[in-house]
Structures are given as C-alpha cells and as structure tokens.
C-alpha cells in the first residue's frame, strides 16, 4: 500500500489515509499486521479506549491521531 501524504504548516507531512480503531478485542494484533502491509496512522480515542491499549504497542514512525473532549463555551 502506497500512502499519500499532506504537509502540515511545521513542514512534517502525515498520512492521508488511517485505520479507525473502535474498541477491537485483538487491537494490538490488528495495529501490527495494519502496519505491515503499509497503515502509518491510528486513529484513535479515550472514549473508545484504544489509546492505552495502542500506547502498549507504539512503534516509531507511526502517527496517532486522538480526541479531546470538546469543552463548552457560554
């Protein structure tokens, strides 16, 4: 798999196209063969609790991506 990229204001690029990891049993195991076969972006977030699980696995060169959560405004 051949990534496409865009290029942030900082002049680092990060991949266009990324995995959703929503709460998968074998996350980790999925992560990993992703990567092989050429995913270089994780999305992922608190909410679905694939951040500490993903966190146990970080490999150098990949991007995560993570939610906040929105903050309200008066």
Do not use: C, H
């Not at 996350?27 to 694939?50: H, M, N, W």
């Amino acid at each position: 798999m051949k990534n496409k990229y865009f290029t942030l204001n900082n002049g680092n690029k990060i991949p266009s196209l990324g995995l959703g990891t929503f709460n998968q049993k074998s996350l980790i195991e999925v992560a990993r063969e992703s990567a092989k076969i050429g995913y270089e972006l994780f999305d992922t977030s608190p909410a679905y609790g694939t951040e500490k699980n993903l966190s146990k696995g970080l490999w150098k060169g990949l991007f995560f991506a993570d939610k906040q959560k929105r903050a309200k405004y008066s």
